[in-house]
């Protein structure tokens, strides 16, 4: 379905499927799967599909307001934290890391365009599909401490 049919805030709707549904099977301690469709939700906020392999470059941000780009990041935080935990490569486990941080610097650098959905918009949206606190990224410093721990596990502390 193209991204257009869902109304207003397209992006946070698909995604936000996208997090309940990885929700689900990591309960399920499907973690390959949740894998799969949190890396399918965050290449489609981007594009509109979920077929390219490549990240998004933080360039890309500009396609997206405040509330989406938070919402990217955090996926990409996540998609971190799986990456170590189902051992994947370490290139591509910092990929989302570096992804996470270089993302919410610029986010937080450039500040808020203007029209832009508000933090607080973003928060009832969470509520009101029932997704994980982690889906916010009230801890901005998180993705931080990861990369930092992913570069501490390699001896690369410099």
Sequence with gaps: MPLASFGEEP??????????????????????GAYRI???????????????????????????????????????YKLGELSHE???????????LVWSVEALLKTVLQGSPAGSSSISDMSDLVGELGLPSWAMLHDFAAPFEALGSFYARRGNIR
């Design 38 to 76: 949190y890396k399918e939700g965050f290449m489609q906020m981007f594009n509109g599909s979920t077929k390219v392999e490549e990240s998004p470059s933080k360039d890309s941000l500009q396609l997206l307001n405040v509330a989406e780009r938070i919402r990217a990041i955090s996926i990409a």
């Design 11 to 32: 992006r946070l709707k698909t995604s936000g499927l996208a997090i309940v549904l990885s929700d689900v099977l990591e309960d399920s301690h499907e973690m390959e």
């Design 86 to 96: 189902l051992q994947k490569s370490l290139a591509e486990e910092e990929k989302w």
